[in-house]
């Protein structure tokens, strides 16, 4: 009988290394295929998009227009023209979500100037109004969002026309200002050249204003800001 040399059996440290190899490679393939499906890189690549859009949204490229409620005057169709345009561009807007870094804007370093569309207006002609502000210091924020945004036409001490005496729906939207940058209103704001008051938003027969070359100032205010001086127009 030919005899035969027993086979070694390992230890049992050998076993439980292979053991540990085992679950390694296992765990490596959970991983990879895990990869595969999630694709974490891809939430970071949208997160990064999301942040970059909400970033330019928070530059200030134009002011919302705020809507002054005023009834068309009959025979007069560049007021109601011009008052569905301001109202359009306000509800078009969107309102930033960004944090910026930057501190808030001062008075001391903002310009803000009345703007009119011209220095006389026939009698069929609505006077048009705009903001305009440029800011003389480092980056800064700023509400300027219709809650902000005042235009008042007067003569002498006599006010005639505030476009917050029928304002609708104000709203807030702070935005960074870049050092040196200029901004304007995105549309005209029109004046039907009648005397406003709360409470008569929807009266037809509110008073309108006299021409015959009449002087009006165009007085201006922008979150907290007003304009360094009015604007004079004349009205014929």
Not at 10 to 24: D, F, K, T
Not at 33 to 58: C, H, M, R, S, Y
Not at 169 to 182: L, N, R
Request: hydrophobic share 35%.
């Amino acid at each position: 009988m030919t005899g035969t040399t027993a086979r070694r059996r390992h230890s049992p440290a050998v076993y439980r290394r292979r053991r540990m190899v085992l679950l390694v490679g296992v765990l490596v393939v959970v991983g990879v295929v895990w990869l595969f499906i999630a694709q974490p890189w891809a939430g970071a690549e949208k997160a990064d998009a999301k942040d970059a859009k909400t970033a330019d949204q928070n530059q200030a490229d134009s002011l919302p227009v705020p809507s002054s409620g005023a009834t068309e005057v009959a025979g007069d169709s560049n007021a109601g023209d011009a008052g569905t345009t301001a109202g359009a561009t306000d509800n078009a807007t969107p309102t930033p979500g960004a944090t910026s870094t930057a501190v808030p804007c001062v008075a001391s370093a903002v310009t803000v100037e009345a703007v009119t569309s011209a220095d006389t207006y026939s009698g069929d002609e609505s006077p048009q109004f705009s903001i305009k502000l440029t800011n003389n210091g480092p980056d800064c924020t700023l509400n300027v969002g219709t809650s902000g945004q005042s235009f008042t036409v007067s003569s002498g001490d006599d006010v005639w026309w505030r476009s917050t005496d029928c304002q609708s729906e104000p709203s807030d939207m702070v935005v960074t200002i870049a050092a040196g940058q200029t901004v304007s209103s995105a549309s005209p704001l029109a004046w039907d050249r009648t005397r406003s008051a709360v409470g008569t938003c929807a009266d037809e027969t509110r008073p309108r204003a006299p021409g015959g070359g009449a002087s009006y100032n165009l007085s201006v205010e922008i979150g907290g800001i007003p304009a360094t001086q009015p604007k004079q127009f004349l009205l014929y």
